[in-house]
């Protein structure tokens, strides 16, 4: 397909007049949008072999803009934004042969069609755009609800657990995909306004033994905003109001949905005044304010800075009753300087409000080395110490992760002080007392995780 190219007619943002904009959205984006789009509804509903594909021609001015450009860079930006994300065909096969091979275990098969996070997505994107890449993961969501729909049908009865409950492996992995294939039918369901997957995944949730299948079934409710979801989440609330975790559950699944037009950021606002939630009680936080701070980014990244702000008072409030889980929330703009503008300044702005002086502090040791380390002025948390044996390197001291799956040690020290129900893997280095030298454990660090030698 071919189109003309709008001329590139220098404007400013204090030149910038309507007829220029609608001049190059005219050539530039609105036809290759509705060509793109009335091309893919006419093969989808004429049912025509093979593959076809629109190419629409973008311009380094959009991602090195300058402002003598702006409404040629802004028709362009509409064009890169308004073309629906595809997934191709092959894509689509290969996972609809993965989910009906009979011969890879279910829990694999949730794992392999669950797209990957926002946050995933993110940490391999500079500069990250927030709002962009939680369109695509919507979209991306969309298409397999979608193309996949009867393999997502087939799947949820074919993984049915209609045997009693048992924690074992087996029908764990049945309840996963079973819960992915419910929560892509109502998925579905909610994008074309069917009342009978919403209706179905209640009542599974009505009827559900295990906590596995009733959270699974409200969480498809809550990710596709049903009108149903408000009354199964108050019907659990008051079911478990006595159980702690179950209650955390509650809040994380509310923090953590997909973000619609913002209703997710002010639920969790409203949520803050809830009677079961106390800033004084950590789980309660990660549940809510984590959930949403470090695992929402749709909800979290907004183009009005708000959820900056929130962010903000938060770890302020957090940081005189529990410096330690401060330090976690605080740990939501780790990569602030990686994500696109305008959020990288609004991120910027709201780090300067809670930044400080770290103090430094020295002690005397009796080998009359002296011990030099950088502590926060206020709470006096140790953050990272200087040795000066070893200059190039620092000790951070994080406190403590929020996931420690992925950490594994290649050495240990002071083993001479270890219970005697720690097992230490042979392969990892080991020290019954504080290490002479060690630079041994970071080549064994750098060789591990591949990184240069260099030390």
């Not at 299948?213 to 409710?221: D, I, K, M, N, V």
């Not at 190039?392 to 240990?412: A, F, I, K, Y």
Request: charged letters at 25%.
């Amino acid at each position: 397909m071919r189109r003309t190219l709008g001329s590139c007619a220098p404007s400013s943002r204090t030149d910038l007049a309507a007829a220029a904009l609608a001049r190059h959205w005219r050539s530039n984006a609105a036809p290759a949008i509705v060509l793109a789009r009335a091309l893919h509804t006419h093969r989808a509903h004429a049912a025509l072999p093979g593959d076809a594909c629109v190419v629409n021609l973008l311009d380094e001015k959009l991602f090195n803009p300058n402002p003598d450009h702006l409404s040629y860079t802004l028709s362009k930006a509409a064009l890169h934004a308004g073309v629906p994300l595809q997934l191709a065909p092959e894509t689509l096969a290969a996972l609809r042969a993965v989910l009906r091979d009979g011969g890879v275990d279910p829990a694999l098969k949730e794992l392999l069609l669950t797209p990957p996070s926002e946050a995933t997505v993110a940490e391999r994107v500079t500069p990250a755009d927030p709002a962009r890449i939680h369109a695509l993961h919507e979209q991306a969501l969309d298409q397999l609800a979608l193309q996949l729909h009867d393999d997502w049908l087939w799947a949820l009865e074919a993984h049915a657990v209609r045997e009693g409950y048992r924690p074992e492996p087996g029908q764990a992995g049945r309840r996963a995909l079973a819960n992915l294939a419910l929560a892509m039918l109502v998925r579905h369901a909610g994008r074309t306004g069917d009342p009978v997957w919403p209706g179905r995944a209640l009542q599974r949730f009505k009827d559900a033994s295990n906590m596995t299948e009733r959270l699974g079934a409200l969480s498809a409710l809550v990710e596709s905003h049903s009108e149903l979801a408000a009354g199964a989440l108050q019907r659990l609330y008051d079911q478990f109001a006595g159980d702690p975790l179950v209650i955390d559950k509650w809040f994380m699944l509310q923090a953590s949905a997909s973000e619609r037009e913002g209703r997710v950021f002010a639920r969790v606002r409203e949520l803050m005044q809830h009677r079961a939630f106390t800033l004084k009680n950590p789980n309660r936080v990660r549940s809510l304010i984590s959930s949403l701070c470090l695992r929402n980014p749709g909800a979290f990244h907004r183009p009005d800075a708000a959820g900056y702000v929130f962010w903000a008072e938060r770890v302020i409030e957090l940081d005189a009753l529990n410096p330690m889980i401060a330090a976690r929330v605080a740990r939501a703009l780790d990569r602030w300087i990686h994500l696109a503008e305008p959020y990288r300044s609004a991120a910027r702005e709201a780090i300067e409000v809670l930044q400080g002086t770290p103090e430094l502090r020295e002690v005397d040791l009796v080998d009359g080395r002296r011990k030099r380390g950088f502590r926060c002025p206020r709470c006096d948390t140790q953050l990272w110490g200087a040795p000066q044996r070893v200059p190039q390197l620092l000790n951070l001291h994080p406190g403590s992760l929020d996931e420690t799956s992925w950490l594994e040690p290649v050495g240990h020290i002071w083993t001479r002080s270890a219970q005697p129900w720690v097992r230490i893997p042979a392969d990892t280095l080991r020290y019954e007392r504080q290490p002479e030298d060690v630079l041994p454990m970071v080549r064994a660090w750098k060789a591990r995780s591949g990184k240069p030698p260099g030390v």
